[in-house]
């Protein structure tokens, strides 16, 4: 009960917050130097062809009037074209945000099985040789700029070892991918029992999947550590030590104190990385919906920066929304 | 060095907790350390409650902690032991140690509200205890918990396990606490300042709750408060420490009637109603505090008596009057 | 004076020694910035001129790292890039630093009560709000594109992203100061809002930020690292860690690991060395925190006291 009214209040100001994202990513993308006309037909292109372009694109209103018929077009699910593909922005973003989200899934998965079993074993013995390592990977690991990670770890995994296959987009040219039904790669050759494809796949995930999977291990180690840290000092703590309570258990409680932290952190890994993972995607020629942003950017296309903008906004808002359930069950003080 | 007996056993009785020359340090930044606690004896009779009052800052929390060696950090046990039934539990391994916080000693601590778990019941938390010490299983742990909220006189019981503890008052957690502290029927308790920051009434049904508790079971308990009036009318004996020494040693009346130590006389003097009294001893605390390394009393810098020879050197806990422990060279007369 | 500057220098051995990380941090720190002042000295080559005939060299004694595609020798390079990556990551640092701390102030010392600025305190709140749900790389990219790309707009970027931090801890500070008694006696006492947030606010809720300056200086290195291997940030040939690993990219694949991998470890290191100095300021600044320190400094000391003491200890009865 109490659960529903705390989601409808959140729902009320998603709203006009998607509003203001896309207001000002639409300004942002529009006040970049760059005619979109003149880029799309070329340096040969003649001024009347040029004018006339401009003219159904829609660039000669004033940025108002343009702003107003995108929002028209938004709500019947037109995002608009990519003057680059050539195609709807929603079926691009429908195809490479699969592919950024199957990416993003599985480095953070990995990040948080680091993170948190490195962060739980410093915990319960603070002068132990993991603790020594956790410590100074939480140091580490958010120092290493990610396309380099990744570049380093091509090189020894590609260059040197052979043990992958070359750095270039999800699948090798020569399998023939499953037909898409989820869009996630992995999910689709498993229901499509197409084994060749998968192993394919996933010696393509390997590299960038480790890439964010260490460097993102940093800063959930770190809050599981500080957290841990903070709470094992904490009065409760103390008392659970008075009270002869063995130091597992006192962890353990620690821990499902320290849950609602840990949980953020990753909530907002997750929001950061479909956007933060670009990098990753470029050297890993992903070809996901970040890298297709980031070209969008580049060259004055406006609708795919649009329409990834307010694709990862919803991601975000749902991640915590999701979070804010998680909240709810584990800590009793909320909503009461 | 230290006194040859510990101060003030009355006769006839075992100890139930003897603490002999404890000394703890803290470090300090620039590489000297700070004693908290000074060399300090103290011994504790079976089904006595011996108060121990002093300022804020005199090392009583300090000094709870360290019995059961958990000195908080960065502070350490520089000397001295602690005799809890035959075993010194300074030099007990961790894990036997563990076993016997909770169930054989255990501490009423203040604010009750920070230090229960947020995140469980009071109920659970209750049982948790009691199925850590006493080896119960969940359904007879139950009940053991929900009879100890019971004796500590929590009203509709059933309904209060399921509480958390952000839903309950400060009487009632300190309540809770109490029960928790009581469960195992610990042969000795401390209670830490366990009764501040309630009101008046609800401190004195808590008050009473515990001393009825404590005797039933023939528990010892040592009393740390900072208000004089309830350690006069809760406990038998009861020391004054100051900057980690006990200063005066005496039971509960003798203390308060005639007091010996010019510390006390002004302590008492600042909660008396009796303008005399308090003018002739209250006056601003300006002397610089002393951190223990000149050689004579700790008191010296703030007492009006003090001679040269107090400055000069420590005097040591001696027996006044029978059962009468002071810590001074010129003790006060008899009233 | 002198004593008391000797017993510091005491201190800060002392604290070396149980924390070797918090020395080898603000070694790191200066050492990069002395690279970035002293580069030209250092540095055999020219930064930015390429010899042709010398593509891809692997390190040796003439080029510690080894040169470029074009000629251009890593060593030089990863020496010079400082001068750009630290200047772009400190101004940016500092200018969200002190806009987003002022803003936030300001929000937090108004965001209760009535009245307009309280609404206009609001409205900067949600637009933080929006400005954060963005993807912060894209963001920053788009931000870049459109003031046109050069070192000035890599800074405003920096800033811009950044501010928000700054702001809420500051927001959130300030919420909790102003409560204090001292906020009240300062009002009472006919001092106007700006006086009492600035003279007496501010001061008491700066520690936070300060610890998260220098984190941010590190975070802020990575960024524009990452903008320029997109090609939004600094441009080639300008030595800068970011675009030096964007143009060894193409060699890393076919083996030639060097003019990609020595500046991306330099990156890393400096990087490491501000998030060590930014974690000994929060140890410093935290009480808690600092008690452990203290802990361990004593529990040192008396190690090397014990290792002193036990010939003469042996001779005892």
């Given at each position: 009960m109490n659960l529903l009214l705390f989601i409808g209040r959140r729902l009320l100001f998603i709203a006009p917050q998607l509003l203001g994202i896309v207001l000002v990513s639409f300004m942002l993308?529009?006040?970049?130097?760059?005619?979109?006309?003149?880029?799309?037909?070329?340096?040969?292109?003649?001024?009347?062809?040029?004018?006339?372009?401009?003219?159904?694109?829609?660039?000669?209103?004033?940025l108002p009037v343009q702003f107003w018929i995108y929002l028209q077009h938004l709500a019947l699910g037109d995002l608009g074209t990519s003057w680059q593909t050539t195609r709807p922005v929603l079926e691009d973003l429908l195809q490479r945000f699969p592919a950024t989200l199957e990416l993003v899934t599985l480095g953070l998965l990995t990040a948080v099985v680091i993170g948190i079993s490195l962060g739980l074993a410093s915990a319960f013995n603070r002068h132990g040789v993991l603790a020594r390592i956790a410590d100074f990977y939480g140091l580490g690991a958010g120092s290493l700029p990610d396309f380099w990670l990744a570049l380093v770890l091509i090189f020894v995994f590609y260059t040197l070892l052979q043990w992958v296959p070359a750095p270039l987009g999800r699948i090798d040219i020569a399998v023939i991918p499953p037909n898409p039904i989820t869009g996630f790669l992995t999910v689709d050759c498993l229901l499509t029992g197409n084994w060749e494809a998968l192993r394919s796949a996933l010696g393509h995930l390997l590299l960038p999947v480790m890439t964010l999977g260490l460097i993102n291990a940093g800063p959930i180690l770190k809050m599981t550590q500080s957290t841990m840290e903070k709470i094992l000092q904490s009065d409760f703590s103390h008392y659970q030590v008075l009270c002869g309570i063995p130091h597992r258990m006192v962890v353990r409680h620690a821990l499902h104190n320290a849950l609602p932290s840990v949980v953020t952190i990753i909530s907002v890994l997750y929001g950061y990385l479909i956007g933060g993972a670009v990098l990753v995607e470029i050297v890993f020629s992903w070809g996901g919906a970040g890298q297709y942003a980031v070209q969008g950017v580049l060259n004055s296309d406006l609708y795919p920066v649009l329409g990834f903008v307010l694709f990862s906004a919803i991601f975000s808002l749902f991640v915590y929304l999701f979070v804010d359930i998680i909240y709810f069950t584990i800590d009793p003080r909320i909503g009461h | 060095m230290h006194a040859p007996v510990a101060p003030g056993l009355l006769p006839g009785r075992a100890a139930a907790l003897k603490i002999t020359g404890l000394r703890v340090e803290f470090p300090t930044i620039t590489g000297q350390s700070k004693v908290v606690v000074r060399d300090l004896d103290l011994a504790i009779g079976a089904g006595e409650i011996v108060g121990l009052v002093g300022e804020s800052g005199a090392g009583k929390t300090t000094l709870t902690r360290s019995i059961l060696n958990l000195t908080p950090t960065p502070g350490r046990i520089a000397a001295g032991s602690v005799c809890f039934g035959g075993l010194d539990l300074l030099r007990l391994p961790e894990r036997d140690l563990q076993r016997m916080r909770g169930r054989d000693l255990s501490v009423v601590v203040p604010n009750p509200r920070g230090e229960l778990n947020p995140l469980l019941t009071v109920g659970k938390q209750i049982v948790n205890i009691a199925r850590v010490h006493l080896n119960l299983d969940g359904k007879a742990a139950q009940v053991v918990a929900l009879d100890m909220l019971r004796a500590v006189q929590i009203p509709d019981p059933e309904r209060r396990m399921k509480a958390y503890p952000h839903e309950l008052s400060g009487g009632m957690a300190q309540r809770v606490v109490i029960a928790i502290a009581l469960v195992c029927s610990p042969r000795f308790i401390i209670s830490d300042d366990a009764t501040s920051g309630l009101d008046v009434t609800v401190q004195a049904q808590i008050l009473a709750l515990l001393r009825q508790l404590v005797r039933e079971r023939d528990s010892a308990m040592l009393f740390i408060t900072r208000d004089v009036g309830i350690a006069a009318h809760f406990c038998d004996r009861v020391a004054v420490i100051y900057q980690g020494e006990i200063m005066e040693l005496a039971p509960c009346e003798a203390l308060f009637l005639s007091p010996r130590h010019p510390y006390t006389a002004m302590l008492l003097a600042a909660f008396s109603h009796n303008?005399?009294?308090?003018?002739?001893?209250?006056?601003?605390d300006t002397a610089p505090r002393q951190d223990g390394t000149q050689p004579g009393c700790v008191y010296a810098g703030r007492c009006p008596r003090a001679q040269p020879l107090c400055v000069g050197s420590k005097p040591v806990l001696g027996e006044v009057t029978p059962g009468h422990w002071a810590r001074c060279y010129f003790p006060l007369e008899t009233a | 004076m002198v004593p008391q500057f000797s017993a510091l220098l005491r201190s800060v051995g002392h604290v070396a020694r149980v924390r070797p990380r918090f020395a080898i941090g603000y070694g790191i720190v200066v050492a990069t910035l002395l690279a970035a002042l002293l580069a030209p000295l250092v540095a055999p080559y020219s930064p930015i001129e390429a010899n042709p005939a010398q593509f891809l060299q692997s390190p040796d004694w003439h080029h510690l790292f080894g040169t470029d595609a074009v000629g251009m020798d890593v060593f030089s390079r990863t020496v010079y890039a400082p001068r750009i990556d630290l200047t772009?990551?400190?101004?940016?640092?500092?200018?969200?630093?002190?806009?987003?701390?002022?803003?936030?102030?300001?929000?937090?010392?108004?965001?209760?009560?009535?009245?307009?600025?309280?609404?206009?305190?609001?409205?900067v709140m949600r637009a933080a709000d929006v400005l954060q749900?963005?993807?912060?790389?894209?963001?920053?990219?788009?931000?870049?594109?459109?003031?046109?790309?050069?070192?000035?707009?890599?800074?405003?970027?920096?800033?811009?992203?950044?501010?928000?931090?700054?702001?809420?801890?500051?927001?959130?500070?300030?919420?909790?100061?102003?409560?204090?008694?001292?906020?009240?006696?300062?009002?009472?006492?006919?001092?106007?809002?700006?006086?009492?947030?600035?003279?007496?606010?501010?001061?008491?809720?700066?520690?936070?930020?300060?610890?998260?300056l220098s984190v941010n200086v590190g975070w802020a290195i990575l960024l524009t690292a990452g903008l320029s291997f997109v090609g939004a940030g600094v441009r080639a040939p300008a030595p800068e860690w970011g675009s030096m690993i964007a143009m060894g990219f193409q060699n890393v694949v076919t083996g030639q690991w060097w003019p990609s991998v020595f500046p991306g470890l330099a990156l890393a290191v400096s990087v490491f060395g501000f998030s060590l100095v930014g974690l000994s300021i929060e140890v410093f600044a935290d009480p808690v925190k600092r008690r452990g320190l203290l802990r361990d400094m004593e529990t040192a000391r008396k190690a090397n006291g014990a290792r002193a003491t036990r010939t003469v200890a042996g001779v005892g009865p």
């Open positions: 993308v529009k006040s970049i130097p760059g005619d979109p006309a003149v880029l799309m037909l070329g340096p040969t292109a003649t001024p009347e062809a040029i004018a006339s372009l401009r003219n159904s694109l829609g660039l000669d209103y004033s | 303008p005399r009294l308090r003018r002739g001893w209250s006056g601003p | 772009i990551a400190i101004a940016g640092t500092l200018i969200s630093a002190v806009v987003g701390s002022v803003i936030g102030a300001l929000v937090g010392y108004y965001s209760s009560g009535r009245g307009v600025r309280v609404w206009l305190a609001y409205g749900a963005f993807p912060v790389f894209v963001f920053a990219i788009a931000l870049v594109a459109s003031l046109g790309q050069s070192i000035q707009t890599v800074v405003l970027a920096i800033a811009f992203v950044n501010a928000p931090i700054y702001l809420r801890l500051m927001r959130s500070q300030v919420i909790s100061i102003r409560e204090m008694r001292y906020v009240e006696a300062s009002l009472v006492a006919g001092l106007s809002d700006m006086r009492t947030i600035f003279r007496h606010i501010v001061p008491n809720a700066i520690g936070p930020v300060l610890a998260q």
